[in-house]
């Protein structure tokens, strides 16, 4: 918490905090009087420890990100949260800007992507499966999608002995298509002998194989187009505000609701409110006058948050903010919702909104330092919204909890 406090507050006096540089950053933060900055330390990076460090600095230096894998192996979420950081940015800036102008930084990470995807030199049958849960498989193979569950549902489940067992739904499928001649009742319980059913079944899968070596490229590559997407969107999907906030805990660049419509949104500064709370009407209760203050909205970015003084430190256009919710309200939003399943495992259904690089818009009022969360019973709006998505100068907002 103090390690993001004072970045924001060093930032927002207009120092400038470089990113992290894989040859010159050492293991805190360090004048670089050259370029007149502060130079990001690499403790300060998500999933980046100690061991790490000395392995990085030990090796050092480095020509680009294909001689640091070699040299100093590190794994996906670690070489990750480097990429996400510009640790490879000025080593591998001119390649990477031939390919991507506008930001090198997406190059470097695509490339590091296209390496840990695990993509297909050629595509079999031990591939199906995967073909078929992203929808390569096509209609005139029908038949042999539905075998295939059920050879992997036999195997699966239906081993015995030499045998497969058949309940009632194994038998119906069987009996669409196969010779019940084949199967034995064994203590009254259909099955059929697995050399059997393994002959039936590499004959019926034929037609699979044959479509995959006449389409092989095709699907080759429509396949690893897929992995990489689905690598990418695990690992680095967001802009580069978002990759900075999460590996540093800072936006080098701009920050991520930078353009938003504050206007349409009822949006302030922190910094232009009173430093005391505004009274805008009073009204008596028990022949005591009580005060309504006047209410504004702030929206930022989590940096850090404190359980005990139900807190969080949020980091706006114009600055960090600490905001101030009371304990129930914190509490509400703070916690993890979760599903018993049949099993007895918990599934996670929605992480709590106070864990950093959430993007939060609150109602309240200042009060010196602090940005006190609050609403009235009167008050048109709600007092959080967690910001699910940014689009240019609009926003998606959520204010509810996932609902068991």
Not at 68 to 86: A, E, H
Not at 210 to 222: F, S, Y
Not at 367 to 393: G, M, P, W
Request: include cysteine; charged fraction near 25%.
């Amino acid at each position: 918490m103090k390690l993001a406090k004072a970045i924001g507050d060093i930032t927002s006096r207009g120092i400038k905090v470089s990113l992290i540089d894989i040859n010159k950053s050492g293991f805190s933060f360090e004048p670089d009087e050259l370029n007149n900055e502060i130079l990001f330390g690499l403790k300060g990076v998500n999933k980046i420890g100690g061991p790490v460090i000395d392995q990085i600095i030990s090796g050092r230096p480095y020509t680009g990100i294909i001689d640091f894998m070699n040299r100093c192996p590190l794994n996906k979420t670690q070489m990750v949260s480097l990429i996400k950081s510009g640790a490879f940015d000025k080593i591998d800036n001119k390649w990477a800007s031939e390919i991507c102008k506008e930001n090198p930084r997406y190059a470097i990470m695509a490339y590091y992507v296209s390496l840990v995807c695990d993509p297909k030199k050629r595509l079999t049958l031990q591939n199906f499966n995967g073909l078929l849960k992203n929808g390569l498989i096509p209609e005139e193979l029908n038949k042999q999608k539905q075998v295939f569950v059920f050879n992997k549902f036999l195997k699966d489940n239906k081993k015995v002995g030499k045998y497969y067992v058949f309940d009632e739904g194994s038998l119906n499928f069987y009996s669409q298509y196969y010779d019940l001649n084949e199967l034995d009742v064994i203590n009254g319980i259909t099955c059929i002998l697995q050399i059997k059913w393994d002959k039936i079944y590499q004959k019926e899968m034929g037609e699979a194989r044959d479509w995959l070596k006449e389409n092989q490229n095709e699907v080759l590559n429509q396949y690893n187009n897929l992995l990489f997407n689905e690598t990418w969107n695990k690992y680095a999907n967001g802009n580069i505000s978002a990759w900075e906030m999460e590996s540093l805990c800072f936006y080098y660049h701009e920050h991520e609701l930078s353009n938003i419509n504050k206007h349409k949104y009822g949006i302030v500064d922190f910094s232009t409110l009173s430093y005391e709370p505004e009274v805008d009407y009073f009204f008596k209760r028990a022949g005591r006058d009580i005060p309504i203050f006047k209410l504004y909205k702030i929206a930022g970015t989590i940096i850090s948050k404190n359980n005990t003084k139900a807190s969080v430190m949020v980091l706006t256009t114009d600055g960090v903010v600490n905001v101030k919710f009371t304990k129930e309200y914190y509490a509400m939003y703070n916690r993890q919702i979760s599903e018993v399943q049949t099993d007895g495992s918990k599934k996670v259904l929605e992480k709590g909104w106070f864990s950093r690089g959430t993007k939060i818009m609150v109602t309240g009022y200042r009060r010196e330092d602090t940005f006190v969360a609050k609403t009235y019973k009167a008050t048109a709006t709600h007092q959080l919204y967690k910001i699910v998505n940014v689009n240019n100068s609009n926003m998606t907002l959520e204010h509810e909890r996932v609902s068991i």
